[in-house]
């Protein structure tokens, strides 16, 4: 199964920005999504951004216009830029691969879940 790394969370003031970044290891016809997803406190697990290898994106409502992803190249990477961050950002961030991006948004992720990077946001 697909393993992956995420990294790049921390301390951050309100309005401020963040870059996480992700590695999956597993050659690159195993997947051809990427996906970002949060954990607030007291919530769910929630998809917030995901990149086809083609470069096709989707976001989440709440944080288009903010937020940023990029990656699922060669390396097997991806990035979400973060910017102008809100305390309801805040929470433990993860990536996961799956097959499209319309499997992704109905939970079809198929790698393991990594640790994850904690996101604080101080008001």
């Known amino acids: 199964q697909v393993q992956l790394v995420e990294s790049g969370g921390g301390l951050v003031q309100a309005g401020g920005s963040l870059r996480l970044s992700c590695v999956a290891s597993?050659?690159?016809?195993?997947?051809?999504?990427m996906g970002w997803y949060r954990r607030a406190p007291g919530k769910q697990r929630e998809l917030v951004a995901v990149?086809?290898?083609?470069?096709?994106?989707d976001y989440a409502d709440a944080v288009k216009g903010r937020f940023t992803i990029s990656g699922a190249d060669v390396n097997n990477t991806a990035y979400l830029q973060m910017t102008t961050l809100k305390s309801e950002d805040a929470g433990v961030y993860y990536c996961?691969?799956?097959?499209?991006?319309?499997?992704?948004?109905?939970?079809?992720?198929?790698?393991?879940w990594g640790q994850g990077t904690e996101v604080t946001v101080s008001s």
């Open positions: 996961n691969v799956g097959l499209s991006i319309a499997t992704m948004k109905i939970g079809g992720y198929i790698g393991s």
């Open positions: 597993s050659d690159i016809f195993s997947f051809n999504v």
């Open positions: 990149i086809s290898r083609g470069g096709e994106t």
